[in-house]
Every structure is written in structure tokens, then in C-alpha cells.
């Protein structure tokens, strides 16, 4: 079966190929309503004129099957467009476009469209190609200027609304009821209500009409009359179990007992969220605050029902929800707390400098009645202003913090204010004082459950230089977050295990961890989470010294970067460019890169061997020691040896051809190899190598250059291979290339296992954020390393 918008059209063009040369048959279209099956019809008739389109066909009937019998062969095509089953013939199925393909439909459509409406359209369309469309071209102005709420369902003028409503109206009364039920009843499946009604010719009938999302049970709901709505609320009362479902259906048909259902829903709703349910409770808030009168009450409800979305990874629900709480009360508690929920969506989806100011004012607000609540608003705060690259916002947080200190706090607030004071300690290059605030966060993470520590505690550990530790923090935090149902956090605690695995030189565990950071970020709407993994998977492809694919996730995030300023992964960017330059020769270009760079001030202080490397080559000693400088520090401070191994390498960069340079190379090896930097080891062993072999000490220079060749082919960093061996053939080795070559690197692997699964090169660079010039050069490698000479014989050697 094909899938894919591409493959879809190339199916059919191949159709008409064979036609015109006397060999047509039949295809199948499947699709829903307004999925494209009329478009590509009307392809097909506008490529060949011998063509039969069908569309919109619910059976097949012994003539078409004749019909499709006799084309077979002939100059002529047959198409049949359907929204069901293939009828066992050759077919392809126009699947719902996925979250990006949609927003890439709503940049066509509407250029400048907000990001987080054009988020809620996609949302709301459900990957329907004709509801973008209808829904971008109904947006009013105020909704353009995000003074009104985005549209909740089709416009009333709607051709998709208007073919989903004749089809229920066509229906049968028993399929209508069915149809109904499930237009309440977001949760309810067709075999939900097969069990529930005992009327399995009922739901039969309606088919597609039960389909489950969004888009197709918003649009019956709102064509249901408010006798039909009402007939449907009262029996599912009767049909449901005892629960909050059957509360809320009851208390819709005014059925409810004297208890109160609103309380009872919002008794079910913490429930359900101290198991970590949040999208029950979510939900159970929301119906709660649907049946409360007191609007100080209903404010309170909507504002859980936000919070409950946040956590759950739904920014826009949550979003939805607070613009109708924000309405409801000016009671100052809860404003601050709608702050803080706020300031949290902000944080993911939006400006990180707005978002830093409104945790700030919802922290003043909350710590003298709310002060657990405040204190977490003061780490997000640290965290906004961090991606914002403003270390003057970040003291300003901190020494708030510090203000608000007592002597006796509990250890999770203990652990946040400590992580706030020992990373603004080091943004300040204060790394006495940094070190026991940051050593703490640690400790107290052991004994302080929950993901968000851990992800604290994995950053403390990464600036401290213990890289096993903040990798197996931020693994537990991966896990306590999902456990816990906190999936908002996810993308989040994949930073820091990426960053982790990178230090500890384990690039293809940092690989798996940044791209499962995109799609985690994806899949919840947090688009700054998903520019920090894409920046974070630009270096690792700089260090391998793979220019093109660097360079590509660099211009994928750099339009985010600039809309939103967000200085953290722009650093992270101008850190794998000046990669790249250094890579291509152009040091001067590296250099000024990472010195012009306004930048995040800990991730320039990161870049440093690249600076000195780069200043070394352009003859700037100079620029490279005062940057050399504050690394040191860090590293010396730390104790870690990664660090203080880049440290040494950069000492002899910087000695020229004193006999103390080559003591600080032989350091850097010994400090590579006890931490287990292997990648970085080659790196330094490259570079000590090219200094003894123009220094005319080729004998050493070989020993050095020949290890680094043999590193870089284990991590098939074939640039870097083939920078090596070039060194080591001036240096007198005939061979140039020794070992035996490994079969596939990490990203190959990848590639290869995508494939297999049938996908094409345009869907796989979409998948891993790659180029499609860069999949085509990684397949022709896959096939040269395994020997294989098709994407068949590849999916064969792979099964």
C-alpha cells in the first residue's frame, strides 16, 4: 500500500504512463471528504485523455467490475475514488497531512499567519487538506490580531460542514442516534457504542461519521438540534456507567441528583491528576466549570482545566481555556496563578523574554500566599530567561530568589533556589561560589521526587562536568515525566540528555535523544523546544564534520531563532556554523562567528576550543587565550577531565613549538583517553599529529595521525577520515586509510531502517530534519557499505 502525499501523484502519473503505451488498468483512490481525491481525479483527466474518473463511490457493483476488468491492458485508466476500502484493487490512500505538512498549507494560504492560530487551525483540521483551506479563508480580523478566540469548528459557509451534515441527515434515525451519542461524547468509539446501544447495524450505517477526531465531532455537535443534543445527553445518562461521565451526561439532561455535579466532576478531576491523568482531569475540570454559576468558582475550574492541558502537552487547549477564565475574575491570587500558567505556555511556544517577565510578576505575587507555587515560577522564569540569552533578567531572578531564602525550606524549594543561585554564579564566570550550590541541587534531587528536579539536577551535573550523572538525571527525568503523565516536560529533559551524551562522547545516543526531542516537542506544540534540539543536532553533524546536513537543520531553525529571539539555540547555531567554517577551511569566518556573536554567555564559554582553534589558524593567539581563560576556569573549577583534556589541547595550540605544548598535547590524550572522549581524542590527535609533521617529526606525527584515522572511521566521520589520512600520506604513510570500515553509523542506520518501512527520501528528511540531497548521499554510502544495489535488496538484508 502507498502512502504519502508524493507517492500519491506518482502512482497515478505511472497509471497514465502505462496507459498511453497500451497498458492501463485500474487505481483506487481512498480518502476522506475533502482529503484531495477530487484534485487528483482532476489531474488525471487534465494528463490523458482516454481517462474514466469515479468519484465518491460507495460500492462496487458487477458492471464497474467489468469495466475495470476490460481497461486492463487498453490505452484507457480507470480511477475510482472512494472513502472506504480499495475493493481488494490496486489503490493509494490520501492519509490526513501531519502536523507541519498543515502548517506548511496554512503558510501558503495565509503569509504572516500568528504561529499559535495557525497551531490551532492545523489542530482543529485534523490533517484535512479542504478544512485548512475553508477554516484560513473564514478567519476574521479580530482573530487575525488574536483579540478573538480562534474558531472552535467549520464556517457555517463550509462545503466539508455542509457534505458532513447531508450525510447525517441521509442517515437512517437509528444511525442518526448513534451519530449523536458520539457528537456528546468525544470518548465514545464506534464499538463503544455497538456494546452501549446493542444496535450494531445502527453504527454499521453511520461508518465514517464516528470517526473519533476532532474536526468531524465538532462539526455534527454543532449541526445537532438542541432537542437532538439534549435527547442524546439523557440516554447516554442512562447507558454509562457510574462516573464523571455519567455525571456530566446527567447533569446536561438535567438529571442530575442533589450531590452536585460540579463538585463531583471536580472531586474526580484531582483524582485523576494526582494519578497523573491530566487529560481526564483536564476534561473534568472543563465540564465542572461548564455547570458552576459563581464566576470566581468557574474561573478557578477553567484555570485547573489550563493547567491540567499544559502538562498533559496541550499549549492551545490550555490557551483556549485561560482566555476564558482571564474574563471571569480580577481577583489577584488568581491572576497570578493564570500568570503562571500562562508564562508556562510562553515558555514552550512563544517569547521567552515575555514569558520570563510574566513568571516574574506571578512569583511577586504568589510567595506570600502561594509559596511552592512561587518558587516554581521563579525556575521557569530562570529557564525563559536562559533561552533568551539574558543573564541580566537571570540575576534578576536569582537575587530574588535569594531574597526570598529562609533558613528552614523544604528540600524541593531548597533545590530550586539552589539551582537558580549556582547557575547565575556561573553565567558570572563566580565558580567558587557556583560549585557547592550546584553540588547541592544534586544531592537533594536523590531525595525529591518528580521530573522536575531531575531535569535541574541534570543541568547542575552537566556545568559541573559529571556527565554520567546528568545523563542518568536526565534519563530519569525522561521517565518520571512520562510515568507521571507531566509530558510537558519530555522535550524538556531530552535537552539535557543530548548535551550529556554529547560530553560523554556518545554521539549516537545524543543523536537518538535530540531527534526524539523534536518529535516529542512536535507532538506538543512547544516549537522553542524543537529549535534547541535542532540546533543541539546541527553540532553533532558540525563535529562529525558533515557540513551539508549541519547546515541545513542550522536554516530549518534559524527563522524561529530570529522571530522569537532566542539567543540559547542561536548560540548552539553559531557554534555548529563556526564547526562548519572550521571544517571548510575558512577559520576567519569561524572565528568571527563565535567572537561577534552576542550569544548565551555559558555556550560561548562551551565553544572556546573552537575559538582557539579558529584565532591559532588566523594568527590571533590573542583572541583564542582570552577565551581560553574563562574555560579554564570552568574546567579547573570542575574537575572534570573531558573538559580539562580541551583545556590542554588548546595550551598546545597556543605554544606553538615550545616543548611545553607538546606536554600539553601528551596531557589532553592521557585526560581523553581516561575520560573516554574518543571523538574529541582523534580531534587532538589530528591536530598534534599536523604539528609534528611540520615541525618534521613524521614518525611521531604517523603514530598520532594513524589512531586518529582509525577513531574517525568508527564514527564515520568521513571528513574528518579523509582530513587524517591526507596528514598521515604527507606524513610518509603510503596506506592512508588502515582498519576495516564498520558498517553503519547511527544516522545511516536510521535511514536504512526507514526504508525499509516503505519510506521515500523526501519523507525521510522531513523525519530526521535532513536535506534531501543529504538522504540521497547517505543511501548511495548504505548501499556501497552493505553491497546492495536497491531499496529491496536493503529491505531484504535488513528483515
Given at each position: 500500500m502507498l502512502r504519502g502525499r508524493d507517492r500519491q501523484r506518482v502512482a497515478v502519473d505511472a497509471l497514465l504512463r502505462r496507459a498511453r503505451a497500451g497498458h492501463g488498468g485500474v487505481l483506487v483512490v481512498c480518502g476522506e471528504p475533502g482529503s484531495g481525491r477530487t484534485a487528483l481525479l482532476d489531474h488525471a483527466r487534465r494528463s490523458h485523455e482516454a481517462v474514466l474518473c469515479l468519484d465518491d463511490v460507495r460500492e462496487l457493483d458487477d458492471d464497474l467490475r467489468r469495466l475495470a476488468a476490460d481497461v486492463t491492458g487498453t490505452r484507457a485508466a480507470l480511477l475510482i475514488a472512494t472513502e472506504g476500502e480499495a475493493f481488494g484493487l490496486p489503490h493509494v490512500v490520501l492519509d490526513p497531512l501531519d502536523r507541519a505538512e498543515s502548517l506548511l498549507v496554512l503558510h501558503d494560504l495565509l503569509p504572516g499567519l500568528p504561529p499559535a492560530l495557525a497551531v490551532d487551525?492545523?489542530?482543529?483540521?485534523?490533517?484535512?487538506?479542504?478544512?485548512?483551506?475553508?477554516?484560513?479563508?473564514?478567519?476574521?480580523?479580530?482573530?487575525?490580531?488574536?483579540?478573538?478566540?480562534?474558531?472552535?469548528?467549520?464556517?457555517?459557509?463550509?462545503s466539508l460542514r455542509a457534505r458532513l451534515l447531508a450525510r447525517f441527515a441521509g442517515l437512517s434515525e437509528r444511525a442518526r442516534t448513534a451519530v449523536a451519542l458520539a457528537a456528546v461524547d468525544e470518548e465514545l468509539t464506534a464499538d463503544d457504542l455497538a456494546r452501549l446501544t446493542g444496535d450494531l447495524e445502527a453504527v454499521t450505517e453511520a461508518g465514517t461519521l464516528l470517526d473519533p477526531r476532532r474536526l468531524v465531532r465538532s462539526t455534527l455537535a454543532a449541526g445537532l438540534s438542541p432537542a437532538a443534543r439534549f435527547r442524546a445527553h439523557a440516554e447516554l445518562a442512562e447507558l454509562l456507567p457510574a462516573g464523571p461521565r455519567r455525571t456530566w451526561h446527567a447533569a446536561r439532561a438535567g438529571r442530575a441528583g442533589d450531590d452536585g455535579p460540579a463538585d463531583l466532576l471536580t472531586a474526580s478531576a484531582e483524582h485523576a491528576?494526582?494519578?497523573?491523568?491530566?487529560?481526564?482531569?483536564?476534561?473534568?475540570?472543563?465540564?465542572?466549570?461548564?455547570?458552576?454559576?459563581?464566576?470566581?468558582?468557574?474561573?478557578?475550574?477553567?484555570?485547573?482545566?489550563?493547567?491540567?492541558?499544559?502538562?498533559?502537552?496541550?499549549?492551545?487547549?490550555?490557551?483556549?481555556?485561560?482566555?476564558?477564565?482571564?474574563?471571569?475574575?480580577?481577583?489577584?491570587?488568581?491572576?497570578?496563578?493564570?500568570?503562571?500558567?500562562?508564562?508556562?505556555?510562553?515558555?514552550?511556544e512563544s517569547l521567552p523574554d515575555v514569558a520570563a517577565d510574566r513568571l516574574m510578576r506571578a512569583a511577586r505575587s504568589l510567595v506570600g500566599t502561594r509559596r511552592g507555587l512561587a518558587v516554581a515560577a521563579l525556575g521557569f522564569a530562570g529557564e525563559a530567561a536562559s533561552i533568551a540569552g539574558d543573564h541580566r533578567?537571570?540575576?534578576?531572578?536569582?537575587?530574588?530568589?535569594?531574597?526570598?531564602?529562609?533558613?528552614?525550606?523544604?528540600?524541593?524549594?531548597?533545590?530550586?533556589?539552589?539551582?537558580?543561585?549556582?547557575?547565575?554564579?556561573?553565567f558570572d564566570g563566580r565558580h567558587d561560589e557556583a560549585l557547592p550550590a550546584l553540588r547541592e541541587v544534586v544531592e537533594l534531587a536523590h531525595r525529591v521526587p518528580g521530573a522536575q528536579p531531575r531535569i535541574w539536577a541534570s543541568q547542575a551535573a552537566y556545568v559541573l562536568g559529571d556527565a554520567v550523572g546528568s545523563h542518568e538525571m536526565a534519563t530519569s527525568a525522561v521517565t518520571a515525566a512520562r510515568e507521571s503523565g507531566y509530558?510537558?516536560?519530555?522535550?524538556?529533559?531530552?535537552?539535557?540528555?543530548?548535551?550529556?551524551?554529547?560530553?560523554?562522547?556518545?554521539?549516537?545516543?545524543?543523536?537518538?535523544?535530540?531527534?526524539?526531542?523534536?518529535?516529542?516537542?512536535?507532538?506538543?506544540?512547544?516549537?522553542?523546544?524543537?529549535?534547541?534540539?535542532?540546533?543541539?543536532?546541527?553540532?553533532?553533524?558540525?563535529?562529525?564534520?558533515?557540513?551539508?546536513?549541519?547546515?541545513?537543520?542550522?536554516?530549518?531553525?534559524?527563522?524561529?531563532?530570529?522571530?522569537?529571539?532566542?539567543?540559547?539555540?542561536?548560540?548552539?547555531?553559531?557554534?555548529?556554523?563556526?564547526?562548519?567554517?572550521?571544517?571548510?577551511?575558512?577559520?576567519?569566518?569561524?572565528?568571527?562567528?563565535?567572537?561577534?556573536?552576542?550569544?548565551?554567555?555559558?555556550?560561548?564559554?562551551?565553544?572556546?576550543?573552537?575559538?582557539?582553534?579558529?584565532?591559532?589558524?588566523?594568527?590571533?593567539?590573542?583572541?583564542?587565550?582570552?577565551?581560553?581563560?574563562?574555560?579554564?576556569?570552568?574546567?579547573?573549577?570542575?574537575?572534570?577531565?573531558?573538559?580539562?583534556?580541551?583545556?590542554?589541547?588548546?595550551?598546545?595550540?597556543?605554544?606553538?613549538?615550545?616543548?611545553?605544548?607538546?606536554?600539553?598535547?601528551?596531557?589532553?590524550?592521557?585526560?581523553?583517553r581516561a575520560s573516554g572522549t574518543a571523538m574529541e581524542l582523534a580531534k587532538?590527535?589530528?591536530?598534534?599529529?599536523?604539528?609534528?609533521?611540520?615541525?618534521?617529526?613524521?614518525?611521531l606525527a604517523r603514530d598520532h595521525l594513524r589512531d586518529a584515522v582509525r577513531i574517525f572511521q568508527s564514527y564515520q566521520a568521513d571528513h574528518w577520515v579523509a582530513r587524517a589520512s591526507a596528514e598521515l600520506r604527507a606524513a610518509g604513510d603510503s596506506t592512508g586509510e588502515p582498519g576495516d570500515r564498520p558498517e553503519l553509523t547511527p544516522q545511516q542506520a536510521q535511514i536504512a531502517r526507514l526504508v525499509a518501512e516503505g519510506a521515500t527520501n523526501r519523507e525521510i528528511a522531513a523525519r530526521l530534519f535532513l536535506s534531501h540531497r543529504t538522504v540521497e548521499h547517505h543511501l548511495r554510502n548504505i548501499f556501497a557499505r552493505l553491497g546492495v544495489r536497491s531499496r529491496v535488496e536493503l529491505t531484504r538484508r535488513l528483515d
Open positions: 487551525l492545523a489542530d482543529l483540521a485534523c490533517g484535512n487538506p479542504l478544512a485548512l483551506v475553508e477554516l484560513a479563508g473564514a478567519l476574521t480580523s479580530d482573530q487575525l490580531g488574536g483579540i478573538a478566540p480562534p474558531p472552535d469548528g467549520l464556517p457555517q459557509a463550509s491528576r494526582r494519578c497523573g491523568d491530566f487529560a481526564t482531569a483536564a476534561r473534568d475540570h472543563d465540564r465542572a466549570a461548564q455547570l458552576t454559576a459563581d464566576t470566581e468558582q468557574k474561573a478557578r475550574r477553567l484555570l485547573n482545566a489550563a493547567a491540567d492541558h499544559w502538562a498533559r502537552g496541550a499549549p492551545h487547549q490550555a490557551r483556549a481555556v485561560l482566555r476564558c477564565a482571564v474574563r471571569l475574575t480580577d481577583t489577584p491570587e488568581l491572576k497570578a496563578l493564570m500568570d503562571l500558567v500562562a508564562g508556562g505556555i510562553d515558555l514552550g533578567r537571570y540575576s534578576a531572578v536569582a537575587e530574588f530568589a535569594r531574597e526570598i531564602r529562609l533558613p528552614d525550606e523544604p528540600p524541593a524549594t531548597r533545590l530550586t533556589l539552589g539551582h537558580l543561585a549556582g547557575m547565575a554564579a556561573t509530558t510537558a516536560l519530555v522535550p524538556w529533559a531530552l535537552v539535557y540528555r543530548a548535551l550529556s551524551a554529547l560530553l560523554l562522547d556518545q554521539h549516537a545516543a545524543a543523536l537518538t535523544a535530540a531527534t526524539e526531542g523534536v518529535h516529542a516537542a512536535t507532538a506538543v506544540g512547544q516549537h522553542n523546544a524543537v529549535v534547541d534540539h535542532l540546533t543541539i543536532l546541527a553540532l553533532l553533524a558540525a563535529l562529525r564534520g558533515d557540513s551539508d546536513t549541519a547546515l541545513h537543520r542550522i536554516d530549518t531553525a534559524t527563522e524561529h531563532i530570529t522571530q522569537r529571539g532566542l539567543t540559547r539555540p542561536g548560540t548552539f547555531g553559531a557554534w555548529a556554523f563556526a564547526c562548519v567554517d572550521l571544517a571548510r577551511d575558512r577559520p576567519a569566518d569561524a572565528l568571527d562567528r563565535l567572537r561577534l556573536h552576542p550569544g548565551h554567555a555559558g555556550i560561548k564559554v562551551m565553544a572556546a576550543p573552537q575559538v582557539v582553534e579558529a584565532a591559532v589558524a588566523c594568527g590571533q593567539p590573542g583572541a583564542g587565550d582570552r577565551a581560553l581563560r574563562r574555560f579554564e576556569r570552568w574546567a579547573e573549577a570542575t574537575g572534570s577531565s573531558a573538559r580539562l583534556a580541551l583545556s590542554h589541547r588548546c595550551r598546545g595550540l597556543l605554544g606553538g613549538g615550545s616543548g611545553a605544548a607538546d606536554e600539553h598535547f601528551e596531557e589532553a590524550i592521557r585526560l581523553h587532538t590527535e589530528l591536530l598534534y599529529g599536523t604539528r609534528l609533521r611540520r615541525s618534521r617529526k613524521p614518525k
